[in-house]
């Protein structure tokens, strides 16, 4: 028997083979997904769930779960439900995958190859309550996922199969988070159904502030400012994200977009009447970021005007109309 090499003593095999987790698909979303997440975002997110388990539960063995409990789809791949293979054959396949995987990391660390065994086998027997939690997660993640989906696509994808999902999630915690999760799915749902009347305008500052007031008097629309709700968010007291927005704002910083269109979305609301009055909505988007979440969260297509010296142009829908200012 050979002596190791330096290379075999060193944790470089086993990272190399990890990589493989990082382009991996995850192939149960292949048939509705042009390009899903990956089986390395899938554990990196299903770790972070772990670090929200409840008391007793060790968050930090649970986070560890989620890292390791899909280690071994970096030798077989990553086998769907609809592939046919039975339990017991991919059980023992994933066993193998996780021999070789000891056998890299043994000579480095013979103590974190028992370690990462251990937390695989805890996940798939449900040794501990920490493992059954995981299991349990792994759902609510893919639950998560796949609403994740459904705004990506502007619910065009029927992703409703993977709702079967729910009569895994049996804890206090579980269940309530799950129910939330269906509250954001029915209102994202019902928002596909009825159109926002908005129309953006962005472009130069100084156009902005001088065309803005003229066009919603000729089209007889509202505004709204995105730098005024910025700013009277950031002026209001003991709010969840002022102070925060509040520092962005002086310090010359964006907002992030998924906190921009939340605060947009809401004056929009505020403002549009049932009537259902037109609103123009000023200094939005400022980036393709903010308009990204905005159609994956709101509305998909929207109106919008450019201003620019000296014309502006409208675009609508993937088509461009002339609008002389």
């Known amino acids: 028997m050979s002596a190791p090499s330096p290379l075999d003593e060193s944790p470089l095999p086993f990272l190399f083979l990890m990589s493989n987790l990082k382009h991996l698909p995850r192939t149960g979303w292949l048939r509705t997904v042009e390009a899903p997440e990956s089986v390395g975002s899938h554990s990196f997110r299903l770790a972070l769930m772990g670090g929200f388990a409840p008391p007793p539960l060790d968050r930090m063995k649970c986070m560890f779960i989620g890292l390791c409990h899909d280690l071994a789809e ?23 995958a996780f021999r070789f995987i000891a056998d890299l990391v043994k000579p480095c660390n013979a103590a974190f190859a028992d370690e990462i065994t251990s937390a695989w086998l805890d996940y798939e027997e449900g040794r501990t309550e920490e493992g059954r939690w995981m299991k349990e997660m792994d759902k609510l993640e893919c639950l998560i996922q796949a609403h994740e989906y459904e705004q ?9 199969e993977f709702q079967g999902l729910t009569s895994k999630i049996s804890s206090t915690d579980g269940t309530a988070w799950l129910e939330l999760l269906r509250g954001e799915r029915s ?6 159904l009825h159109r926002l009347p908005i129309v953006f305008v962005t472009g130069r500052e100084d156009m902005l502030e001088k065309h803005y007031a003229r066009l919603c008097a000729e089209l007889g629309f509202k505004h709204i400012s995105l730098s005024d709700v910025l700013h009277d968010f950031s002026r209001r007291q003991n709010d969840l994200h002022t102070q925060f927005v509040r520092d962005c704002l002086r310090e010359n910083i964006e907002v992030p977009a998924v906190l921009v269109v939340s605060l947009l979305e809401k004056k929009i609301q505020e403002v549009s009447t049932e009537e259902k009055e037109w609103v123009l909505v000023s200094g939005f988007p400022s980036s393709k970021e903010q308009l990204l979440e905005f159609e994956r969260k709101n509305q998909y297509r929207n109106y919008t005007v450019l201003l620019s010296q000296p014309h502006a142009w409208v675009l609508r829908e993937g088509g461009v109309m002339g609008f002389c200012c």
């Not at 990506?152 to 409703?160: C, G, I, Q, S, V």
Request: charged content about 35%.
């Open 74 to 96: 970096s030798v077989v791949g990553d086998i769907p439900t609809y592939a046919g293979v039975p339990k017991e054959e991919k059980h023992k396949r994933e066993s193998l």
């Open 152 to 160: 990506a696509t502007f619910a065009e994808k029927d992703l409703e």
């Open 187 to 192: 209102a994202h749902m019902s928002k596909r």
